[in-house]
T-cell receptor, first 115, second 113 residues
Framework: GAVVSQHPSRVICKSGTSVKIECRSL??????MFWYRQFPKQSLMLMAT?????????EQGVEKDKFLINHASLTLSTLTVTSAHPEDSSFYIC???????????FGQGTRLTVV | GDSVTQMEGPVTLSEEAFLTINCTYT??????LFWYVQYPGEGLQLLLK?????DKGSNKGFEATYRKETTSFHLEKGSVQVSDSAVYFC????????????FGRGTSLIVHP
């Protein structure tokens, strides 16, 4: 199969701190990973696309300095929410694909709560 | 640009009822079409897909047929179970370029015993 694991599944952090979310492809090499944000009862909003070894491509309106994405290896991408604010509280989901023309597989998501 | 429109939910059914969740799309090329399911508190799982016109995707009793003439990909199941309660997302990807799926807003399904 194609398994993508996200960690942690839930995290609570204080305002002003930073939190890192990991996305790992467990049984395949992912040249491309995607990060989404999902608001309650809404669809997934693509935040950025990351390719291994290069800078992430951010969607319009997403602050790249606030949502730092690193894709340092073919099996790991990280999303760091810096200077977290309560409005950053959301469900973040990653997905990974072998290449740009192949369907992506989703992680189980991370529920971030900023207090 | 590409877009996906799903019927608004929630859809509330009794167990063993017939399910239809409508999905229509707009795309410039010949996209692949997908249905994903999201159980409470979890990420998305691919439920089924179809890559060309008239293809039928099926899995776990769910079916959807790629209808190019009506630009639709409606999800159906003949007899739903309580365990099918989840949010269902229709999505497309433009296979002419990069695979970056465009999602519909999702339809919540609630199945009562």
């Amino acid at each position: 199969g194609a398994v993508v694991s996200q960690h942690p599944s839930r995290v609570i952090c204080k305002s002003g701190t930073s939190v890192k979310i990991e996305c790992r492809s467990l049984d395949f090499q992912a040249t491309t990973m995607f990060w989404y944000r999902q608001f309650p009862k809404q669809s997934l909003m693509l935040m950025a696309t990351s390719n291994e070894g290069s800078k992430a491509t951010y969607e319009q309106g997403v602050e790249k300095d606030k949502f730092l994405i690193n894709h340092a290896s073919l099996t790991l991408s990280t999303l760091t929410v810096t200077s977290a604010h309560p409005e950053d509280s959301s469900f973040y989901i990653c997905s990974a694909s072998r290449d740009k023309q192949t369907e992506a597989f989703f992680g189980q998501g991370t529920r971030l709560t900023v207090v | 640009g590409d877009s996906v429109t799903q019927m608004e939910g929630p859809v509330t059914l009794s167990e063993e009822a017939f399910l239809t969740i409508n999905c229509t799309y707009t795309a410039t090329g010949y996209p692949s079409l997908f249905w994903y399911v999201q159980y409470p508190g979890e990420g998305l799982q691919l439920l089924l897909k179809a890559t060309k016109a008239d293809d039928k995707g099926s899995n776990k009793g769910f079916e959807a047929t790629y209808r190019k003439e009506t630009t639709s990909f409606h999800l159906e199941k003949g007899s739903v179970q309580v365990s099918d309660s989840a949010v269902y997302f229709c999505a497309l990807s433009d296979t002419g370029g990069s695979y970056i799926p465009t999602f519909g807003r999702g339809t919540s399904l609630i199945v009562h015993p």
